[in-house]
Each structure stands twice: as C-alpha cells, then as structure tokens.
C-alpha cells in the first residue's frame, strides 16, 4: 500500500490495529508517535473508528520517562531553571575563561545548553579539544555533581529505558521521525525492530502554493483562505496551520484568527515573560533600596499589573504619580523621594493644597512599601527567603493578577521554583534573584482556545503526523525554511555527533510529514520579501518538488516566478488593498475580518468616505485637507465654534497674544483646548532656556526690591549672595541636572549678572533709579485699550521701572535669549509687524504712574559674555495706534477662530514634537499662500 498523506497512514494503523486485536479486543498495544499533538489525533481517531481501548500513544520522549522515570525516583528531572541556577553557582566558584563574561545573561544560557544536553551521557572528550571545549565539560562536571543527588537529567531517562525494552503486548512506529541525537536513535532503533512501522512512502507534494508580497500579507490571505474552506464545511478543528518560524508568524497567526473571529486552539504566542505582569515584577527587582528611578516606575504603573491602595483608601493612578512627580514636585530618583516627605502645605496654592497633599502621601506610602520589600528580597539569606518575600511584595503590590487565574498561577509557580536554588547551592544576590526569576519565568507557554473546536496552529514539529483535512505551511521561503543554522560553539560535531546537515534533515522530516497531514488541501505559502529584514526571499528548495509538480516542469529557484507562470494552482497574493479588492485568481476571494469588509465596502461606494465611522471619515478629510492645504476645522478655521472662545473676556497678558502670533494652532492647544504635555524630570540634564530667564529675572527682582527696601545704593556682594541663594535653590529643585554642566552654566548666570551690574551703576550714574520690580497690574488696575467698538484689558508684570532726575519714565523688560527675533522694532514699529506686544502694553501701564512725563520702553538683553544690549523706544500716540491696530487684528483672528497649523517656537516644543515638526511644516507651506493667512504669512517672514 503506498502511503503519501497521513489520511493514508491513519487508515493503515486502523486496520492493523484492529487485525492486532481480532482475537482479543483488550491486548495492549503502543504507537510511538512522531509529536504530542500527534499522539492526541491517533487516540481521537481510533475512538471514531472503532475505538481505542488498550492503545497508548507516546512520544519517544514520553516512552522512555514512563519506562524509566520509576526507577529514577525520588529524584525528579531537571528542568532549565535549575540548571542555570547550578551554572551560576559553578561560574562563581570557578569562572575559568569565562571570567570577563560570567556575568552575562547571554553566557549562563549557552552554558545551560550545553549542560543540558551533555547531562547524563557518556561523553567521549575529543583528543584534540580546545581550551573552550575543555571548560564546557569541566563546567558540566561541576554542574552534574551539585544536581546528582536531587534531580536527573533527561538524557538518563533514554539510557535507562533501552534496558526495559520490549515493551508489553503490541507496538506501532507511526510516522517515524528518526532522531538526529546518537543516544535517541539507538533506542529509537531498538523499538522499530521489534514493531511495525508504519510510513510515507510516496512523493509528498503540496496542492496549491501561495506566495505574498510579506509574512504580513502571507497570513492574512492564508486566514481568508481557511475561512473559505470553514465556509464549504470543513470544521475548524479539521484545519491546521503550521509555520516554520515562531518569529514573526507566531503571534501573526494568532492575531489575524483572533481578527476574523475563527477559533483556533496551539501555543499562546506570547510567553509568560512576555506578559505586563511578569515584566513589572522583573523590573521592579530590578531596583535597588535607595535607588528606585522615577521614570521607570511611572512605566511599570502604566502597564497597569501595580496598584497601590493609599491608606485613605483612594488608588494611586499613573496618572495623578506623573502629575506629582514631573509637574508639581519633580523627581527623578533616588534621594529625591525624601522631597515628598517634606512638603510644605503653606507653599501651594490653596487650590492644590489638598489634592497634592494626598496625592504626595499615596506615592510616600507606596515607595516606602516598596522599599521596604526590595531591602528583604535582596537581603535574603536563602532562596526560600527570598521567594517568600517576593510573594509578599506580589500580593501587595499586584492585588488584581488574580483576575487571570493562569497568569497568577504561573507567576507564582515561578516564585516557588526559586526555592530550588538552595539545593544546588547557588549564590544569593540582587543580580542573581533576579537572573533566575527571569529563568522561571521564560519557560514554558501556555495554551490558547479549545481542543475541539479550534484550527490546529503550531511550529512545523506541532504539524507531523497530524489527522486534518486542511493544512497550511507557512513561511516556505529560503532562510525561514531551512533557517540558517550554524553549529554551537560549546557543542561541536566533535562532541554530539550530531552536525548541522543532520539537524537540517531532521527539520525537512518535518516539514514533508506536517504537508502530509493534510488529507485534502495541503498549501504552501511564502513572503517574497520582508519588511523586517529587508531583501527579496525565493521559495524553499523543500518547495521545489510540489511547484514542478503543480506546473508539470522543472522550476528553477531563482527565475521561479517565469517558472510558475500561467499555473492555476500556483497563486500570487497582492498586497493588501489588492487582496482585498482585486484578488488574483485562485486567491481567497472574500475578506476575513469585520475591518477587510468595511474596506471592501467603502471602496465600492461611489463616495470613498460614504458610510464610514466618523472617526475615520474624519482622519480622511483631516488628512486631504492638510495636503491639499485647505483651511477648515482640521487646519485650524474653528469659526464655527468660535463663540466658545472666551478668552477676552477677562484681562489677558500680552504674552498671550505672541503666542498666537509665533503659532496659532499650537496657541489653540494650549491656551484654549489647555493641551499640556507634563515635563520628564529626568530628560533635562542641564538648565534650558526658560528656567535660565526665570532665575535672571528672580535674582534681579530680590536685588531691586532690597534696594528700594533698604537704600538705594548698589551693592555687588548682595547681588552675588542672591544670585548663589537662587542657583542652587534651582538646582536643589531641578534633580535630573548634572553636577559637571551644572558648573557651566552657574558660571554663565553669574558671569551675566556680573555684567548686568557693571551696566546698572553706570546707568545710576546717569540719573537712572529704580523704582519698582517685577510691578503686577491685575484685574484690578487692569490696562485697557480700545480697538473700535471693543476694549481689550491686560494684565502683567513689569521686570523693572526706572525714573530718571528729569522725571522721565523708563521701562525694562529683561531678555536673557538673542536679539534676532527684536530687531527691526522701534518706535515705526513697535509690535515687531504684531509679533511683540509686551513694550507697548507694559508703556501705556507707565504712563498712568508717570504723571504726564515721558515714557520710554526697551528690551534687555542679558547673555554671559556680552555687554547688556537693549532695543526700545518712546511711548507716542504713533506707537499707541500701531498696537491698537495690531491688537485688534489679534482679536478679530482668535475670536473669529482663526488658528492654523504652523510651526511653533522652542516655548512649545513638547507639543509641536508630539503633532510632528515636520508635518506642521509641511501644512504651513501650503496654507500660507491663501489670501485670508497672508498677514500671518508676513509675520511668519519677520520671525525668520
């Protein structure tokens, strides 16, 4: 009988089986199977066709752990964990040459490899082994010894299991998979020759290939196909999907099923090391007492597996810690902490008193909990201690994990196996800890969906021998399969016996038994190209026989694709638009998920966005409206809702109105929509800009004030003991600045209020005298200024007042920035052409305290290495007119809603960054040239 699907050979081990137990119905009978997954099938088809009663279905693996794991007790098996536990130790005791590196994650796993699979063999050491060979059998040695006592190695089982041999009653080679391992194969050998063997023995071929322009467009072709053969009648559980790599088909497969609502039941793709609640618990070991970053907490709050309950009884949300601790009070880590401690309540605006107050003791509460359960995990003596305290810190820092039973299960599981480590002697250590319960945690996956009624999904190994109607193989391109495989360093060909053509072959077994699984349609698919790793992919040389099969020629593997030309049953998978809308013939012909059908339909309307969710109707015409430089609502044009905006009605600083000149729409954010984009602590390694100006202007401030408060005379050494005060209030407040840069710029600060002092007495000298600093004009004393029917109120703060010996009134706005954005403004144009608005302002407030004299306004321009500048000029009926024209044409913009995209200035970088400087770019340039922005168009001019 030839044998080419496995259809064919489930028929065979039924009818055989069954003339086994003819004369009694009862005797014993073992099928050695190719795959677990396998062994289930054999049993599940033989209970449909004529029952299972007495038949065992084992793989080799399996066999030798029931024949042997008796004889082996009460020793239990080693387990990956365990080993890199006995590495670890055995590298600290005697790293050997690997010294430099025995530190590394990368070391411990190679090590326990290569333990692993020497464990429990006799090993012949080559004469001619080199030092790193020599060291590797040295290690395991060392390793062997400290694991004899309680466990055993897999490779025992193998050993001892030949010596029980045969086994009892009947015994069935089904599908054999011959092993590459020398101690496997003899025992695998031993068995066949004392049973029937039942396999392939014809040419396996595929019935249709696929190939997709990506992995990503491979899958979900292969997904509407598998639909299609659902919807003809196939059940689920009667369809398979295997691939040749985890990566990246794994979770690609998963998601596109999960998509289109298909069932499907294999390997969760995601380990449990890849879940939020392993990840936090792993960096929050991480820390250390005393040094818990704030960046990284906020991350792993974020990830929503940590809540803290504060002792009010109110949680602590991520987002009220980054409130507190990058806007209220900023912390990077470490000693910074201690600050929330000491929070002065008198120091807060009465608004915030009580909020921030509770807020800061919530964080105080969970850092000292969480201090205090770092102090014990990492002080542990053992690691029993140190597995009880991580539960501790678990069930109080992550109350919610068991709301997923499993996840809770395994997490646990992994603490406890920690406790392991003391047999084996391990060093206990933070690093260590930490090490190993990454270990625990990356072992193993769990499973997704239900047995029997899900599409079969698994590696290539899951696929052997399977009973199924359907099965798609997927990733059939050079390099995916056969994957490049190079041999291990620590376990050369010298040494197992096993070369890397050995393994290759054991992988095409695969491969040719998974295809044959399917009993009816048997695709092969492959990505011709991949965006992860770039370059053009051709098909696998394992694919050549099914394409000259299905063109009925030879298929060369590089001009493959003139090679299938023509051929129906080889089918080209456009991307995905095309897949969708035009598929190719033979290609599935109807979408899989609710989001393909929605594409589908809309591209069939006559109007593209006819019949969309508004939300994508609205990112479509928001797109075409930013390319198309169109003013409208996604542009910036709110007149429609501009009755809204009421922010003239009450005092508004003239600052405000800069802001709209430098960058309306970023001004729409901020000011009206009160967007807000909170600082990081810890990525402003140095003083920037702003808090540079605030500093200047504080310390000058204190200084003026004193003056008028205590005399009038200057005072250089006062002016120094503020400015020292001020530079390291700043820097006690900023924790993420660096010592070294802090230095500079200190050195600059003082280095310009040095030279501000030097100008200021000869400005003294020539009848200058200050007479007040930092003046505020409130709504109460607001300044108004007509512009036609309205009247605009401002309100400010004036840097400094001067009154000269002739009664002249001075103003002097500090800048500690350039002067490029100023030049031009004088008394023809005082505003800057409407981009500077703050001299005028703050010159019609002077003129109500001059008492009919003449006032002057200027700029200061304080920066380290220069002599003071300034531009300024007189406040005239002429400068009044030119600002009330300019005001008004600020206020018929905003309260018209008129905000369009445009770059901003540094004051709004967080924002601008988050929208994209380089799209706000390319939409200005379109919108400038419209006839209603030509005025921002020119203000736009003058700021470059």
Not at 55 to 74: C, D, F, K, M
Not at 96 to 118: H, I, K, N, S, Y
Request: net charge negative; aromatic share 6%.
């Amino acid at each position: 009988m030839q044998i080419t699907t496995a259809g064919d050979a489930y028929r065979a081990l039924r009818e055989h089986i069954a003339a086994v137990q003819a004369e009694d119905p009862l005797a014993p009978v073992t099928v050695l199977v190719p795959s677990f997954a396998a062994g289930r099938d054999v049993l599940r088809h033989l209970a449909a066709h004529g029952g299972a009663v007495g038949v065992t279905a084992v793989t080799l693996t399996e066999l030798a752990h029931r024949l042997a794991g008796g004889a082996l007790a009460p020793r239990r098996p080693e387990t990956t964990p365990v080993t890199a536990a006995a590495v670890r130790a055995v590298l600290a005791d005697a790293p050997g040459v690997f010294a430099e590196v025995a530190d590394q994650p990368g070391t411990v796993a190679a090590l326990t490899r290569a333990c692993a699979w020497l464990g429990g063999r006799n090993v012949t050491r080559p004469a001619d082994a080199d030092t790193v060979i020599t060291e590797v059998l040295r290690i395991h040695d060392a390793v062997a010894a400290r694991l004899a006592r309680d466990y055993y190695a897999p490779a025992e089982t193998i050993a001892r299991a030949a010596d029980r041999l045969p086994l009892p009653g009947h015994t069935v080679v089904f599908l054999p998979s011959p092993p590459v391992d020398t101690l496997e194969q003899d025992l695998h050998a031993q068995i066949c020759a004392r049973a029937t063997v039942i396999d392939l023995s014809g040419e396996i071929t595929g019935t249709a290939v696929l190939h997709a322009s990506d992995p990503d467009d491979e899958v979900r072709t292969v997904v509407r196909a598998v639909r299609e053969q659902i919807l003809a009648g196939t059940a689920p559980h009667r369809i398979g999907v295997f691939f040749a790599a985890d990566a990246p088909y794994g979770a690609l497969v998963a998601r596109h099923l999960d998509a289109a609502e298909i069932p499907w039941y294999g390997a969760d793709p995601h380990a449990m090391i890849d879940r939020s609640v392993a990840r936090s618990v792993l960096r929050l070991v991480a820390f250390r007492p005393g040094e818990i970053d704030r960046a990284e907490l906020s991350a792993i709050l974020d990830a929503g597996a940590v809540r803290w309950m504060g002792e009010d009884g109110a949680r602590l949300s991520p987002r009220e810690f980054d409130r507190l601790t990058c806007l209220q009070i900023p912390i990077v880590g470490g000693p910074d902490w201690a600050r929330l401690a000491d929070l002065d309540r008198d120091e807060l605006p009465a608004s915030m008193r009580d909020s921030v107050t509770a807020s800061a003791a919530r964080v105080t509460e969970l850092i000292t909990a969480l201090e205090e359960h770092l102090t014990t995990i990492h002080t542990a003596r053992s690691w029993t201690q140190a597995a009880e305290a991580l539960t501790e810190m678990t069930a109080q820092l992550m109350p919610t994990i068991g709301r997923v039973p499993e996840q809770r299960a395994h997490l646990e599981a992994a603490i406890a196996g920690l406790a392991g480590c003391d047999a084996v002697g391990a060093p206990i250590g933070p690093d260590a800890i930490h090490a190993a319960l990454t270990d625990q945690l990356a072992g193993g996956r769990g499973t997704c969906g239900t047995e029997s009624v899900g599409v079969r999904v698994g590696d290539l190994a899951d696929g052997a021998g399977r009973d199924l109607d359907a099965v798609f193989v997927l990733g059939m391109a050079e390099g995916h399969l056969p994957a490049a495989r190079r041999e291990d360093p620590l376990l050369p060909t010298e040494l197992t016996g096993v070369d890397p053509a050995d393994r290759l072959a054991e992988r095409r077994r695969q491969t040719m038994r998974t295809l044959a699984s399917g009993a009816q349609v048997r695709m092969c698919s492959f990505p011709r190209g991949d965006l992860r790793g770039g370059g053009e992919k051709v098909p696998s040389r394992w694919l050549l026989p099914t394409l000259d099969a299905l063109t009925g020629a030879a298929v060369d593997q590089v001009g493959w694709e003139r090679g299938v030309a023509g051929c129906a049953a080889v089918i080209a998978a456009d991307s995905f638009a095309g897949g969708l809308l035009t598929p190719a013939p033979g290609a599935p012909q109807t979408p899989a998920t609710d989001t393909e059908w929605r594409v589908r339909r809309y591209a069939a309307t006559r109007d593209a966005i006819d019949g969309m969710p508004d939300t994508v109707t609205d990112a479509l015409v928001m797109r075409a409206d930013r390319r198309a430089g169109r003013f409208t609502r996604f542009t910036g044009a709110v007149g429609e809702s501009a009755r809204h905006i009421r922010l003239f009605d009450t005092p508004v600083a003239p600052t405000r109105l800069e802001e709209w000149a430098t960058s309306p729409y970023l001004f729409f954010l901020q000011r009206i929509l009160r967007a807000q984009v909170l600082p990081e602590p810890d990525e402003d390694v140095q003083i920037d800009a702003l808090v540079r100006g605030d500093l200047v202007h504080d310390v000058l401030e204190q200084y003026i004030l004193a003056g008028l408060d205590e005399g009038d005379a200057p005072d250089g050494h006062l002016l120094t003991t503020l400015a020292e005060q001020a530079c390291q209030a700043a820097y006690d407040a900023a924790p993420g600045w660096l010592p070294q840069l802090w230095d500079r710029d200190r050195a600059a600060v003082l280095a310009t209020l040095e030279q501000w002092f030097a100008r200021d007495v000869a400005e003294r000298a020539e009848g200058w005298t200050p007479i007040g600093a930092e003046q505020e004009f409130t709504a109460d004393e607001a300044v108004r200024l007509d512009i036609g029917a309205e009247a605009i109120a401002f309100t400010g703060k004036i840097d400094r007042i001067d009154r000269h010996t002739d009664g002249r009134v001075r103003v002097t706005d500090y800048k500690t920035g350039s002067d490029k954005r100023y030049s031009g403004i004088d008394a023809g144009d005082p505003t800057g052409q409407g981009t500077h608005f703050q001299l005028p302002v703050y010159g019609l407030y002077a003129q109500s305290i001059a008492g009919g004299a003449e006032v002057e306004v200027r700029y200061q321009f304080l920066r380290p290495g220069d002599e003071p500048g300034e531009i300024g000029y007189p406040i005239t009926g002429a400068v009044i007119d030119r600002l009330r024209a300019d005001v008004a044409a600020v206020y018929q913009a905003v309260t018209t809603g008129m905000f369009p995209l445009k770059p901003g200035s540094f004051a709004t970088r967080e924002i601008e960054n988050l929208l994209g400087p380089a799209e706000l770019a390319r939409t200005w340039e379109k919108l400038r040239h419209r006839p209603e922005l030509a005025g921002l168009a020119a203000l736009a001019e003058k700021e470059h």
